[in-house]
């Protein structure tokens, strides 16, 4: 058996089935890396509205119109005097009966990406934990099988070694500086 | 000339049978998937402990602290940012819980906004040493204030 030619088939083929994944977890990864910066999973609105008057009871319809909510209401809370907060399908209201003031918080899920981070945070356990599994064992083997693709200078004893190992050092590097 | 019309009546009277079996499986199958979305599970679920109310827990903290529960209640707030903790509205005004999970365990999403919960966990007490001067940079090791939290191991929504 010829192993260079398997070795450089199994690459190729893994590489092609795999190259989906690595792009939904290199997409996600940028984004989940700068969660401090964004929310990399929803798009928060918020939108603030000054009332003239709230009544101090029965105020849910006066709110709601204020708002212009539409969905229907799924719940109605009363966090502290003077305070209440609807939650509608869509809207998420909160409302100081006493300044007028109303908050809105509009949820929604980001296209594309939402699902991504979905993916890459395993939201979904299950069987996808061993889907995830097998492709970190796949994106294992893709790295040592490409030591192996090149002969010659810029193989394994050569190039491969020299750029393999200073990638190896890179964390390594930030790990010393920043711990 | 009769054995034609006699198969076309069986072919007929089969696909009327398949097709009412395969409504059947489609009844089965909604069913099972109008089920599935109308309750959602989370980490381990709710296998039942001693139920609480947010009110019974808040009069008498103390005597919950370390004590597993089963604790229902409206989702008036969750954490946009990692779905890590939710708060539970009481079934008194002015009350809420807050329901906080391991990150990453278990994962609340902004769609479970007004939806009931029932939480299954332990309360624990939760001391607050810092406030707004909480840089990390000050040492501060006085205990300011305390609250009550469940410790979610599962939870069921509505």
């Known amino acids: ?179 | 000339m009769a054995r034609p019309a006699s198969n076309a009546k069986k072919s007929k009277f089969s696909l009327e049978m398949e097709m009412k079996r395969a409504a059947a499986v489609a009844m089965v199958i909604i069913t099972l998937f109008a089920g599935a979305s109308l309750a959602q599970v989370f980490g381990a679920g709710v296998k039942g402990a001693e139920k609480a109310k947010v009110s019974q827990i808040l009069a008498s903290p103390e005597k919950y602290v370390g004590k597993k529960v089963d604790v229902t209640g409206p989702v008036v707030n969750v954490c946009k940012s990692r779905g890590c903790w939710a708060e539970l509205a009481g079934d008194k005004d002015y009350q809420s819980l807050r329901v906080k999970v391991d990150d990453g365990v278990i994962v609340f999403p902004p769609a479970l906004l007004g939806k009931t919960l029932t939480v299954e966990g332990e309360i624990e007490r939760v001391f607050i040493r810092c406030s707004e001067d909480a840089t990390g940079k000050k040492p501060c090791g006085e205990e300011k204030s305390v609250y009550y939290q469940i410790r979610a191991t599962g939870a069921v929504s509505e």
């Open chain 1, 1 to 179: 058996m010829n192993w260079g030619r398997l070795n450089r088939a199994l690459h190729r083929d893994l590489g092609y089935f795999f190259a989906g994944l690595t792009l939904l977890y290199a997409i996600s990864g940028i984004a989940l890396n700068h969660a401090g910066d964004f929310n990399p999973s929803y798009n928060v609105e918020k939108e603030t509205i000054r009332a003239a008057v709230i009544p101090q009871e029965g105020n849910e319809e006066t709110i709601l119109s204020a708002v212009g909510a539409k969905g229907p209401v799924k719940t109605v809370f009363r966090p502290a005097p003077g305070k209440i907060q609807i939650i509608t399908e869509g809207e998420n209201i909160a409302a100081d009966t006493v300044t007028g003031e109303i908050s809105v918080e509009r949820i929604r899920e980001r296209p594309l990406i939402f699902p991504l981070n979905y993916l890459h945070l395993n939201h979904p356990k299950g069987a996808w934990t061993y889907a995830a599994d097998i492709y970190a064992l796949a994106l294992a083997f893709l790295a040592a099988s490409g030591l192996f693709l090149v002969k010659g200078k810029n193989g394994l004893m050569g190039r491969a070694m020299v750029l393999t190992g200073a990638g190896m050092l890179l964390p390594v590097v930030f790990y010393l500086i920043y711990h």
